[in-house]
């Protein structure tokens, strides 16, 4: 049985290594634990950011001095952080963060709207997490209050 925690951040997380316990969690961090030692992890980690920085970052702060362009850097770095999480966690690039300016492989737009999802999705699991009774929250779902109801859309995207 699981605890109202992990529970509460099943939409959000799914069965994965982070959300699983007992015998399902022993197997996953057995299968992971192979692929991320120390060494291969930090190696990862080095690459992924190697690259963001090189092919994305760098650029977009070379374009906006060479045009003496205003860049809302908590906005840049939001995105820089979230396309570098993702890939580390997800391997997914949402390509948030393009080098030109612009998202990378995906439109702006359906780069933008993903991001805005996933802050939607983990504002709502950290609130039942925070949330004094975990009953409040499976009801909230019965229910149809909104925000129970935009992370099952969020699920279905």
């Known amino acids: 049985e699981k605890d109202s925690s992990v529970s509460g951040l099943q939409d959000f997380l799914g069965n994965g290594i982070f959300n699983s316990d007992g015998v399902l969690w022993k197997l996953q961090r057995k299968t992971a634990s192979y692929e991320f030692n ?3 992890l930090r190696n990862f980690i ?10 994305r970052l760098i650029p ?32 997914v690039d949402p390509g948030c963060l393009g080098g030109d300016g612009t998202t990378g492989s995906v439109s702006a ?12 999705a983990a504002m709502i699991s950290s609130g039942r997490f925070i949330c004094l009774f975990p009953l409040l929250w499976k009801m909230k779902r019965i229910l149809n209050v909104r925000t129970e109801i935009e992370t099952i859309n969020l699920n279905r995207s």
């Open 60 to 91: 977009i702060l070379s374009k906006a001095t060479e045009n003496n362009q205003i860049l809302d850097l908590q906005n840049i770095l939001e995105q820089f952080a979230f396309d570098n999480v993702c890939k580390l966690a997800f391997n």
């Open 109 to 120: 737009s359906a780069a933008a709207a993903f991001m805005h999802a996933f802050k939607d």
């Open 38 to 40: 120390t060494k291969s």
């Open 46 to 55: 080095v690459e992924i950011v190697t690259v963001e920085t090189q092919t």
